[in-house]
């Protein structure tokens, strides 16, 4: 073995290192939760959470899904609220259409609610904007009556100083849930969309900090503007390419694709367990996260209608690195996310080299080292994998779940599984490959990764390139100076750096994707691992002292103790999180009546099903059509009675023959009550449907074209939705019709669930269809 530390710093040293990374790891991750709330008296000018929360208590009394009498209750209040406030305050009535959804389109009666506080000298439109609308199984009030009351409060706020320099249009949508279809007919045709900047204000939780996940494209002066304005700045342009990657879809990305406007879309994330469920109540809304969201939706408001909008409302040239550290946004331009990595990449080289010079040891042992980093990069995330498994197994009830209801033990777990796995790694090689050589190895993989990142997804590339380039920079200085000193403060300057860049975004990552997908957040950990080895270093025993069996033993305890700490979270995770009346197992059950064939079904998109749900259904089968949430999807079915429950009527109001094009119109009438959606399907033997029009809206021309046409219409007015198709081809024609309710109480063979399950936060988890084919000849 080459001397590699002749004058190592010390275990008790390595303990005082390793314990101030760990309270400054703590200290980045508790900074970034939100603040206290603010009392319904604060200062009229302030934001008050209290304030907020009673409109909340109003919009999400119960679910109030578009189109229902419930979300009518909550339009007046909003236009109440708003004109009361002195803003010109409409109502938009119109139909919102999206394609795809099974191939074909999506579309819904819409009433957006749209109020205007006008500015003093405009140069242009500030759009606050948040959806008012529920899912139909619960009563949202953090999806989204946490974002519309954060608006209703803000500009509550503002009303009470002079105008601002810029207009400032609040567009309260309806139908986000079903298709964002309110967003899309505001954009389609309201007279106030004529583009400008957007703040949407989204939640996809119960809590946690409120984060600025997405921009348009070119956000260097939007971030700039976030980060001198907000005062709870917790924003990642990493957050920003996953979000590009990913299918995910709120109101934002449909103003987006309008092409008009430029902005930034915020939402909280953390008990997702609650998400879109019977549980998304008032009470369980964090109200610092309430407070956090209105904090920084008034100051941006502020901030951006004070601003040149004509600027902004354009890209800027290129998109910003930022990262939170408490209390602050860290934040530089694009241009520079290259230097960094190559500057990264050039010390962890120097590294290399320094350590061959200083005879430390050969390149090539260098490069055997990264070659072995592979282990752990990819081991780590695998048995955090492997231990989401393990809690299925345990408790099957998270089987369907994104995130436990109480996952803070488990996300503690998962992090010291990680340590555990990479520390073994490294105390199973630290003998025979040297320790020096680890800890560069390791670098490479975190320069290589900059390097990648900035070429790929350069708003993440900050990730890897700062623990990289000050990895690289302390060990040169370590290797040189050969001092316990020295040794110790260039291990803890990386480590520090790694905690700073990547525990914040690490803890923002868990709730992000949730336990079940936490294989991704788990390689952030890895990596941040990987740069604190020159501390973790220092607890192992001195490789020219400690030898034989003692010497073993002392650095089997460095992985030993963080994977016994890893089982003891997993321990109390599993003691802490129970199941029960308020934290219930998700269940999703749908009723499918067709009556072509007299005969309906039990279905279940959970697979393997439930305990509850498993007493309904008894195998994998085919519907025998394409059903609204239903379709393309892994169902188990069982037998159920046929239900009392008329079909749609369909009734032909005309059919002609127009410049050889067969027009046909049709007015389709649910007969049954609580209908919130109507799921057409116009199918043509050997021609194609070339047109269509539904509820007063062309259906969008991407839908168009083939010999079916599928639309599902939320929110279908009450006395039948009319329906024009425009046909070539002279063969039959048939229409199948489904309407959709919600809750399965009163159906035939229904056993109600047993307290501690409950419906599931997805849509269509209690969903009751009823369908049948009109042949239109
Ligand atoms: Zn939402």
Known sequence: ???????????LAGLAVVALLLALTAWTVVGLQPPDPRPADA?????????????VERI????????????????????????????????????????????????????NVVAVLPGAEPTGRLYLVAHHDSVEGGPGAADDAAGVATLLESVRALTEGPPLRNDVVVVLTDAEEACLCGAEAFAASHPLAGGGVVLNVEARGTGGPPIMFETSRGNAGLAAAFADAAPHPVASSFAVEVYRALPNDTDFSVLLEDGAFTGM???FIDGAAAYHSPQDTPERLDRGTLQALGDNTLALTRELGGRDLAVLAEPAAEDATYFPLPGLLVRYPGWLVWPVAGAALAAVAGLGWTLRARGVGPLRRTAGAAALAVVPLVAGPLAVQGLWAALVATRPGYATMLDPWRPGWFRLAAVAVVLGV????????????GPAALQAGALVW???????????????????AWPALVGGLTGVVAVLARNRVVTAVAALLTGATAVLVLAPTAALFFPALGLSQALAPAVV??????????ALELLFPDPGTATGARGRLAAAAVPGVALVTAWACVAVGLAVDRFDAGHPVPSRLAYVLDADQDQARWVTTETPPGEWTGRFVDGRGALGAELPYLAGRDLLTGPAEVADLPAPEVAVVSDELLGGRREIAVRITPQRAGVRLVDLQLTVDGGSVVRGRIGGRDVPEEAIGGSALRVTFHAPPADGLQAAFTVEGDGPVRLRATDGSDGLAGLPGFEPRPEGVDVAGSHGADLVLVTATTALG
Do not use: C, I, K
């Open 1 to 11: 073995m080459p001397a590699e530390r002749p004058s190592g710093p010390g275990r």
């Open 43 to 55: 200062p009229a000018g302030e934001f008050s959470a209290a304030r907020a929360l009673a409109h």
């Open 60 to 111: 999400a009394a119960g679910p109030h899904v578009a189109g229902s009498r419930a979300n009518d209750a909550v339009v007046e209040h909003l236009v109440a609220t708003l004109t009361d406030l002195g803003l010109d305050t409409r109502v938009q009535n119109a139909v919102g259409a999206r394609a795809g959804g099974g191939g074909g389109a999506r579309m819904a009666r819409v009433r």
């Open 265 to 267: 879309n915020t939402a």
């Open 422 to 433: 990479v520390l073994l790694w490294y105390a199973l090689l630290r003998r025979r490959v």
């Open 446 to 464: 975190l320069a290589v990764l900059a390097a990648v990142l900035a070429a790929v997804a350069p708003g993440g590339s900050y990730l890897a």
């Open 525 to 534: 950990v890895v990596l941040g691992v990987l740069a604190l080895l020159p």
